[in-house]
């Protein structure tokens, strides 16, 4: 992008350092809300150091004692799940209908009706990302619902037969039959993507059993799909943004893919071929690593890189202006380990939007991240409660076993139900008093 005037101007090619300066510079202004998340994150899950998975705290700064209660109370968790449950209630049973506005739009409103009821049946995912940007608006306070329009193209072997080569090319069909090498040359032709010795070897199956099989593809999928983002992880955009999301100059969503995934989409996206071999030689190496590393709320998993093996894609939605002055949306997909790029254009469906929608919990002035989610609120709720959860286990534990005192050189063998301690200067046999109860 050229900067005019404070202005993005459309160009054919993208300045890669410019968006990764840029993104650097949205994701440093983030830091903020990032922090209020995690806080967030881990008072729900109840995370925090020193608490072992039995609820005890542990470690040598444990207070008042080694292995003293830790409770989770859950009281945010549960406020979150129960909302959760309401809002895709409210969705899955919520009726979609198109109404008309004359009397010769009911045929018409009636398909429309119908047709974007089958549109939200087939987004196999829709169930899923609902729940995902429900909790995050209830958890942290606001969250981001991307929309897009996926078309997936599957590659497959396909059966040919050269009876079918006849068809379509008779003089393929006696080339391969009279063994001459121009056959070889045709099939080349044909797919200049197959390697030579796929080529050769076609080209025997053919004339020792008449068939063969050859790189097809076929269109799967052409619908629209949703997916929520976490802010500050999973989309990025500046903290200035007021009232909408679609005041943004620029929005990065952070995706991971697969090396075989890159691969594929180099044929079946437009990949350009030199990016995505830089980016799988630069993979593990480079530094397209999040400031903000991936939470971990199950001690059992806090060693565990789950990006491991992935490779980290930036896909960069910006509002330029073209010569005519025109806003347009462009979209380019690039890396921070690259200097490359694996795409730029111009939105086809945009139409001058960008597609997110920002959901924010609660609005309290103009600003998008201005808001609290539940965490923050039912904050000192939760601590009040576990304050007096934590008394009654510790209470209970002093009750049940209070600290025992004993002359120097004569400590008890065993203490407990039916133990025997020796003392001197009392009943010859007898029970000893057990503390007692606490109405607390």
Known sequence: MEHEEQEYIWSEKPDVDDLKEDLSRCRNNLSYFCDEADEARD????????????GRKDGPDAFPWKGASDMSVGLIDQNVQEDVAVMKRAVATGNMKAVPTEAGDIKTASL?????????????????????????????????????????????YRQISLEEIAQESPDLAEAIMAGDESAKDMIQQAFPTMKKRKTNKMVKDLQATGVTDVPAERLVENRPCVRAYEIGREIIFDSNVLGDIQHARAVYCLHYHTPESLKE??????????????????????????????HHFYVNQSHVDHKDGLIQLVTCYRRVLDDDGIPLITQTIFSEDSELYAKHEVN??????????????????????????????????????????????DRASLSTLP???????????????????PVRRQGEVQFMDIPKYSPA
Request: with cysteine.
């Open 265 to 294: 989409m180099v044929v079946t996206e437009g990949y350009d071929e030199k990016f995505v071999d830089d980016c799988i030689k630069m993979m593990g190496k480079g530094k397209a690593v999040s400031e903000f590393p991936e």
């Open 403 to 421: 600290p025992i005192t004993y002359l120097v050189g004569r400590k008890p063998e065993r203490v407990g139900p039916g133990s025997f301690v």
């Open 43 to 54: 008072l729900r899950f109840s995370v925090w150091p020193g608490k072992n998975k039995r």
């Open 348 to 393: 086809k469906y945009s139409k001058g939007i960008y597609p997110f929608t920002a959901f924010a919990r609660e609005t309290i002035n103009h600003r998008i991240l201005d808001t609290r989610g539940i965490a923050e609120i039912l904050r000192p709720y939760e601590q009040g409660i576990k304050v007096e959860q934590d008394m009654r286990i």
């Open 112 to 156: 429309v009706s119908k047709y974007m009821k089958w549109t939200l049946a087939n987004m196999e995912e829709f169930n899923r990302e609902c729940t995902i940007l429900a909790s995050n608006v209830l958890m942290y306070g606001a969250g981001v619902l991307g929309v897009y329009w996926k078309r997936k193209v599957d590659r497959y």
